[in-house]
């Protein structure tokens, strides 16, 4: 059973830093996390995602700033409510699998006999039911992430971390894997993932945070991140010599994709003087304005804080 006990938002981090000795992993970083959300923690590699995800877990102490869970700082009673998979993954491989998780299960407090059938539904959502009996290093990686992952939610957590949990999985898992966290939130779950892919944020997020040399560069519900970078961008498709779009002044950037060509458009640029202008030159099959992708946002984002930023050697995860 689950307690959804206590005031505030699941996490909060309030101006928390961390360094390395002379590296400086996270800066003076503040967010929330509302209950019930998945919330994505996002940033390129070595942005400080997993630093902040172990700060939350009381693994890492910050230097500076608090944490706080459900509105209290950490404690032995809220670590039964939380769920984590660590971005490296680590099992008893010598275990059998229904073993292993049993033992997972009773150190957040889930008896063997609580345990038992709770493992049964999950091997079978996870398309792993004839497993429970097989050791660990009898699988494959793909089938042990899934088991981690069982291990991770078995003991029903309110809040569920998840460090880059679809790392390594093929197409099929991930699918599997992103379906589940969907069905946790409508159970109530709030479920925090880093990733560095805006694919998948972007399927997933209610809200996001992005970071880039432990500094937060944006945050907010991914609804109002987009609508504050406007639309502009164009899907064109057409019939014709389409060269003199190269260097047009209200064009940006071309990028080709299979069946037609997106546009940014310059700052200001108008798409219906653009289509009014292409129109006489070429026959258009599609002209779409299109919202911005994460993919889009992350990559402008990263590019105008990576200008901002100091010149130092990168930081820590």
Known sequence: MTHQTGAGPALALNDVSKSFG??????????????????????????????????????YLPDSGSVRLFGAPWSGEISNRIGYLPEERGLYTKMKVGDLLIYMAAIKGVSARQAGPRIDRWLEKVDLPRCRDRKLHELSKGMQQKIQFIS???????????????????????????????ELKGAGRTIIFSTHIMEQAERLCDQICLI????????????????GYGRNSVAL?????????????????????NGFLELRLAEGADPQQLLSEIAGRVRVRRFEVLEPSLHDIFIESIRENEAALPREGAPHA
Not at 32 to 39: C, I, N, S, Y
Not at 153 to 172: A, K, R, Y
Not at 237 to 257: C, I, Q, T
């Open 22 to 59: 002379d590296k400086q992993a996270v800066r003076g970083l503040s967010l929330e996390v509302p209950r019930g959300a998945v919330f994505g923690l996002l940033g390129p590699n070595g942005a400080g995602k997993s630093t902040t995800i172990r700060m939350a877990l009381n693994i």
């Open 237 to 257: 498709a057409f019939e014709g010599d389409g060269e003199f779009l190269k260097g047009h002044r209200l064009v940006r950037s071309l990028n080709p994709y």
């Open 152 to 182: 991770t939610v078995l003991h029903n957590p309110d809040l569920i971390l998840l460090d880059e949990p679809f790392s390594g999985l093929d197409p099929i898992n991930t699918d599997l894997l992103k379906d589940i966290v969907v």
């Open 212 to 227: 880039n040399g432990g500094r937060k560069v944006l945050d907010g519900t991914l609804a109002s991140i987009k609508g």
